[in-house]
């Protein structure tokens, strides 16, 4: 049977730790990697209790600060590649990503495609919760990236992805550039000119109940700039 990783990373997670572990690890088929940057609010000390009930499908990287969402992500493909896992999700671990969308997810990658990307604008804008200006912000940046770079994808920024193992062991994670918002923009950048398959599958993103978001309107915009780096880059040949 082939393996299922769903790396969720973590920083100060502790409200919304357990519940999105249970709601995963009830499918069989997905075991999940847990990537903290020494949250000081306790969120690995709770998953290490979690470990012992679930050893063989609930596993912790700790790292030694907060280093970025890239770099998180980062660690935790090369930690699934070195385990032989053939499937590879990332997702959010305050549940605005629904971990029951992760099957139908993955028999996108079990039939024909390389990349499946959770779209919050495949069929209009499917966000709950978030204010009007965010979803604006959100909205004409991923069209502003898909302008920039011709890239078809109408949800590029978005943070639920899963990806077959083949694609990851193609990427050279030592040229991956940018480690925040970027980062997502920048993997399925370079997995497009790669020339795998995607697909964007429709999800409902849910804005967090609990806990804090990490994510703000300068975050995005500071992120923007990076989209001409990409762009540029590929055309003098540099994106690989």
Known sequence: MKKVLVIIPTYNESENIQRVVELTLMDSVFDILVVDDSSPDGTADLVFEMIKTHPNRLFLGQRAGKEGLGKAYLHGFEWALKKKYDYIFEMDADLSHDPRELSPMLSHLKSDF???????????????????????????????????????????????????????????????????????????????????????????????????????????????????????????????
């Open 114 to 240: 390389d990349m499946v990307i959770g779209s919050r604008y495949i069929k209009g804008i499917n966000v709950v919760n978030w204010p009007l200006s965010r979803i604006l912000l959100s909205y004409f940046a991923s069209l502003y990236v898909r302008w920039t770079t011709f890239m078809p994808i109408k949800d590029p920024t978005a943070g639920f992805v899963g990806y077959k193992r083949e694609v990851l062991e193609q990427l050279d994670f030592n040229k991956i550039k940018f480690v925040g918002y970027a980062f997502q923009i920048e993997m399925k950048f370079k997995v497009w000119k790669k020339g795998f398959k995607f697909i964007e599958h429709p999800i409902i993103f849910t804005n967090r109940s609990l806990g804090v978001s990490k994510m703000n309107g300068k975050i995005i915009w500071e992120a923007l700039p990076a989209v001409l780096i990409l762009q540029i880059n590929s055309i003098l040949n540099r994106t690989q």
